[in-house]
């Protein structure tokens, strides 16, 4: 189902991928600096998350602005939590790299508001831009130290901008539930040598599924 979200004077670009039966949790996700909503993982990920139950809301921003992604993201997730016609108990935020960025910066603000009512459940992170290529001294970690929800990254052994060590460095320290599954020898990109890009995405949207399970109440109303 398309949507065009009010954001200001503009409209973000939105798809609701909608399960047949209703279910208390959604998704909200969106892409990287790059692309847009229908970035073929993204396809793939919405796709899966409904044929399984999982209502999946995914938009388009296409500011290379933090900040700016934040606030996109957050009046999308006011869009949700208002909708008559997918009343959800909770969402999880979901972005891949620039767009796991702005979410973890969104739930950051939100949980330092008083009105902070829980109903962002958790975060998942994939391909986590923790470090721009061969700038390993300066990590983005800021956000994701302060976080208290639970936190999904999926990430790529190879990945140029977020290094093993320095993933596993970074979530020991967060207060937060967290956990990382690793594709191995993927890039940022997720592109595996030896790998199709379906029989990746298969194990991609398997574990978020299974992450979603354990850290929500995914029983039908």
């Not at 973000?12 to 949790?25: G, H, Q, R």
């Not at 923790?130 to 990254?153: A, G, T």
């Not at 399970?213 to 029983?219: F, I, K, P, S």
Request: glycine share 8%; net charge positive; proline share 3%.
């Amino acid at each position: 189902v398309k949507v065009k979200i009010p954001f200001g004077s503009k409209y973000l670009d939105a798809v609701f991928s909608v399960p047949e039966k209703k279910w208390t949790y959604g998704v909200i996700l969106t892409h990287g600096a790059g692309g847009d909503m229908n970035f073929p993982h993204l396809l793939s990920l919405a796709a899966y998350l409904a044929s399984h139950g999982v209502l999946c809301l995914r938009f388009t921003c296409k500011g290379l602005n933090i900040a700016y992604r934040a606030k996109a993201f957050k009046t999308v997730v006011e869009y949700l939590k208002l909708s008559d016609d997918y009343k959800l108990t909770g969402v999880f935020l979901a972005g891949r790299s620039m767009g796991s960025r702005a979410a973890a910066s969104l739930i950051r603000q939100l949980s330092q508001d008083d009105d902070d009512d829980d109903f962002i459940q958790g975060l998942i992170c994939l391909s986590y831009p923790l470090h721009r290529p061969k700038l390993q001294s300066k990590l983005r970690d800021e956000d994701l130290l302060s976080l208290r929800c639970p936190v999904l990254f999926i990430s790529g052994s190879a990945d140029e901008m977020c290094e093993k060590q320095l993933l596993e460095g970074v979530a020991s320290k967060m207060k937060a539930p967290k956990k990382i599954h690793w594709i191995d020898k993927a890039n940022h990109g997720m592109a595996v040598k030896g790998r199709t890009t379906d029989d990746v995405m298969e194990e991609i949207n398997g574990q978020v599924f299974s992450w979603l399970r354990e850290n929500a109440d995914l029983q039908h109303k």
